[in-house]
DNA sequence: ATGAAAGCGCTAACAC
DNA sequence: GTGTTAGCGCTTTCAT
């Protein structure tokens, strides 16, 4: 086992109580003890355990994570500006992938709960119910998801889709299909709500797809369906789909963004990579994470289009 | 506060050992009495606080996973099989992401080992002096380095790095460039060592140029130096480089494979998702995290080429 | 300004 | 098979 506080002491010939102030309450003690003290416990390597401090401050110093699947260029990113931001306010972020499964999400949250200060949830595909027997256990914040009376850090999906779709009309098109993502997304139900919305008002048919996998396989796999509903553009659930139709398009010999224009959303880095032009709408997913100082955590992020790839249309 | 082991032995009636028990060693209470107990737990919502048990075993159930970049795909991958392997054996991860920095990196190490059993270092960039420091702190294993004495996951990137010489060489390339990533990564110094070794034999010419970034913009500005060489052929540092290799290749009207064989390394999901053939040395990511009887987890995997993408070359 | 002592929630001897 | 008790490493009254 380690070093404790109690050789600390010894070391430095105080009670644990002084060492122990020494470290999170400096200016309680005299100023030559707290050197001593600081020195003493550097040369032994001394950290405090936070796991002991954590069990009678009731803090932990620890914040819980959970997406559904970190391999997701989207989610990854989260996670980056998550555990930034966590180091900034000396936490550590706990991990945990659900798998895409909601029957898992809501066994890790139960899981973490003890132990973490507060946890957020990734778009979170558990039912409501699920999510209501959660709050209590722990802190909650979700991200993408609008749950009653639940904290949220929400992305004005229903916008992005407006702008897309009208984007899309102002060059031209007519028809336009969108590939839905998985059932239980939020944000994939409020782009349909803002797709259905602007849909009159820019004079255009929407031909709704899906459910898909929200993967590169699930954008192959749409894109054979969009063809043969004959659509010049098409509206993917997010980038990783968007590639993914991209690629069936060209295996088919079909011309982007000549014969159709495809746009995704997310705007993950991926999205800049792709040969074929793929118009984007940009999610602020590392504001998201900052402090509300700089972006307006309880309230809506919104999305924008991505400046490098300025739009192709077809 | 949350429901504790009190609370639970007053409500079954019976003391905290007796509860503690019910839930660490099961058939060492009455089947009845345990059966009691677990019921009043569920109903209370009791769940042992892990940090308070872990206090007293010595052992946390934490493992610590640090990673030079959780965006970078290669990593988000091992990630997912870091936290898919922790759940199995009732482990929860702490991430840390070191944002590609040696200091952060040995940092956080330090942070994290008071509250977990050890701590998975993947690609560390530190210096061995560092590293060596952390030792005897916690328990650890590196991922694709090797350093005294250390245990540690290691795929063959030297082996790796001949079997794409030699295809290529076997396809008729004699000039092939090759585009270093990290000056600290170790992989990267193996496969240089491999390239070295194999050279010869091959009877190709190595063009070494770098280092870049492990980055898309990294492949993107090493294909410049790459053309200016004439070189046929390219072997990038990763997948992230390969594809802005591809990228950039695709800007100046270079045809792939036709004029320019590409080459990458990990066989990121995203290598299937590119436009032009890119060939990739797979590596065994995801078995890395396995249990030793699936995989041999002190000695080293071994890359091969990817089966979907079949060998294109020039 | 500093020390002694009482726990935080839990497990592990050690009794019975 | 079950209860009692002594800590794990730390913070925090309460004294001094």
Redesign the interface.
């Known amino acids: ?2 070093v404790t506080i109690h050789e600390v002491a010894k070391g430095a010939d105080v009670s644990v109580s002084t060492v122990s102030r020494a470290f999170t309450m400096p200016d309680m003690v005299n100023a030559a003890t707290r050197r001593k003290v600081l020195q003493v416990a550097e040369e032994l ?1 001394y ?6 401090r ?2 009678v401050t ?1 803090k ?1 110093g ?1 914040i819980g ?1 959970v997406v559904p ?3 997701n ?1 989207f989610f ?2 989260m ?2 500006g998550c ?2 931001r966590a ?1 900034e306010v000396r936490h ?6 659900a ?1 895409e499964d909601p029957r898992v999400e809501a066994e ?1 949250v ?6 973490v200060d507060g946890v957020v949830l990734c778009s979170p595909r558990m039912d409501p119910d699920h999510l209501q027997r959660l709050v209590g ?1 722990t802190p909650l914040v979700l991200i993408n998801r609008d749950e009653a009376g639940l904290p949220a850090v929400l992305m004005d999906s229903a916008d992005g889709a407006r702008q897309a779709l009208e984007h899309l009309s102002a060059l031209g098109h007519r028809r336009i299909a969108h590939l839905a993502g998985p059932p239980a997304s939020w944000a994939g139900e409020e782009r349909l709500r803002g797709l259905r919305a602007a849909a009159p008002a820019c004079d255009v048919e929407t031909i709704e797809l899906g459910p898909f996998p929200p993967t ?1 396989q699930g954008g192959v796999q749409a894109a054979d369906l969009a063809l043969a509903r004959g659509v010049t553009a098409i509206l993917a659930f997010n980038d990783l789909m968007a ?2 139709v ?2 069936r398009l ?1 295996a088919r010999g079909v011309a982007v963004p000549t014969d159709i224009s495809v746009v995704g959303f997310d705007d993950i ?2 999205s ?5 032009p793929l118009t984007t709408v940009r999610m602020p997913m590392e504001a998201a994470a900052a402090p509300p100082s700089t972006c307006c955590s309880t309230g809506s992020t919104h999305p924008s289009s991505r400046a490098p790839t300025p739009p192709t249309g077809g």
């Open positions: 086992m380690a390597g950290q405090p355990n936070r796991a002991a954590g069990l009731g932990t620890n994570v699947d970190v391999a260029p990854s990113a996670l980056k555990t930034a180091r550590v972020v706990f991990l945990a992938d798998a890790v139960g899981a973490m709960a003890k132990q256990t590169f590639v993914g991209l690629n060209a880095e991926m800049s990579m792709t040969t074929a």
